[in-house]
């Protein structure tokens, strides 16, 4: 039985066609899948990324002559999951990753079966063509055209999962985040799934993705991993893609001091909250890099409104400090455009973000992605209705998904950003950063024409 596992190609729809594509992430979700099945079926992975065009990906799939697709959406790739679909012949279609798990009516429009959260079960009893009926956290459609929709799966322990399949993952043709500045070969991984805090905007929230519940596997189990990618791979350094790294300090503590024994570099994630100048110490004793964290907003009351973050903004600021004291960069990561946000508002965060100084921010616009609980309090208080991602006018300018703030349009945020980079970058540097200042006036230029 032939399985193709689907990635669509996801930079040229998010950043345009201009995009210079800097990084390629394994889809760690889809190794998944193809380690826990690998030995019941011919399962090959089709990055998108790796092809020019749309065309030339689906050719590459439609030559493979799959039995049964498999493709992950996200909030903005669902048209491509669609087209792909709609263009590849196979006995039995499927889709799965964050955005199907909240759309699956719409899913089922196009696909014969919907996978719900983690699917590593799921999906190996679906190839092992065990009745749909019995299959845990799936949906699909009766021949009547009722949406059947089963039971959630009790998720298994994150140790009995094998590792991906590394070797498939072809060291040297995924590349990491330049600014990252990590050692090749690298490789990511995965040590915890979920997060279980309640922030608005995000899918490992309470109520996302498996109800965000935090899983972990054990240190003995990712240290078998990080040996074998030092040891057969060569790798050097690694990007781990948990959601909070260091959310239990026990384990931190000891994840560091065997990391440190293999001599490897590394980049993580966290929250403010979650780390103090004694984690800071371990991460960079243990070879960490840099430390990327979600800050959000520098007013407090849209942090506590809006974005039900739980941390405090002078946590932030010592979380900054840390990585300072001890070498690591740290990105803070900054959202506008929730519910309540005002220009304000948002000016405060651009100046916490200049009194941060943090090496990196990013200034995103907020997405109201199906699943979370920003996305429903937009509904409820009527401010956008079930929408359907609009590829084409996602192509024009970012704009197939509404925004939910209740005082700032669309191009508006898309302006306060433009300033919010001009302003941040001008701080770090009028010189050294030139070139990507202009770029962003001429961004507010074109931006406050179309306003006028
Ligand atoms: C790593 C990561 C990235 C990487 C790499 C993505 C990649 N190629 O995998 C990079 C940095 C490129 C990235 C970019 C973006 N990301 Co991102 N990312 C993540 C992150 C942190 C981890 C993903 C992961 O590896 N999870 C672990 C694996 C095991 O879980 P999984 O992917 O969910 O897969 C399991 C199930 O979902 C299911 N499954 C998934 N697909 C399929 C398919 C089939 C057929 C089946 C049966 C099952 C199945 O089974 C898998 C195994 O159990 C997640 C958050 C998270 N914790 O998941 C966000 C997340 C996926 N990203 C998110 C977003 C918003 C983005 C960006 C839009 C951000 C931006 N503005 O640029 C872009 C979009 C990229 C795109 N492809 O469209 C959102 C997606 C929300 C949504 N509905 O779309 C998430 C959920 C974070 C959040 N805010 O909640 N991201
Ligand atoms: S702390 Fe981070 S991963 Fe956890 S719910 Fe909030 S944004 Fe999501």
Redesign the pocket.
Known sequence: MKVA?I?PP?SRI?YGNEYKLK?I??????F??QSYCKDIADIEIFEGEFYSDLEHFINAIKAFNPDII????????YPLCVQIAESVDAKVK??????S?FRVSESLETFDVV?I????VS?RMLLERQPLETIPSIAFKEPTGAVVRTDNACLPPLDSIPFPDHSKIQLGLYQASPHRKLQEPFATM?TT?GCGFKCS????AKG??NDGKYRERSVANVVQELELLTTEFGVKSVQF?D?TFTMRRDRTKELCSEIKKLGIEFVCNTRTDKIDSEIANWLADAGCRGVFFGVESGDQYILDLDMHKGAKNEQVKNAIEYCKETGMWSTASFIFGSINDTEESIQDTVNFAVELDADYVLF?IY?A???TYGYMEALRQSIIDEYKVDLERWLDEPVGIPTICKNLSRQQLHKLKAEAYVKYYTHRGADKYRDIIKTYQEEILRLSNALA
């Not at 992430?25 to 889809?30: A, D, E, F």
């Not at 493709?71 to 790739?77: A, D, L, M, Q, Y």
Request: negative net charge; proline residues 6%.
């Open positions: 596992l990635n996801a998010i990084s992430i394994p889809c760690l979700g889809l998944y899948l498999g493709i992950t959406s996200n909030t903005s790739t499927a889709v799965g990753g964050p955005y798990s996978f959260g983690d699917s590593e999906f995965i799934r905007f995000c899918l490992s996302g993705m893609w959601d995103n997405t992605h199906p699943g």
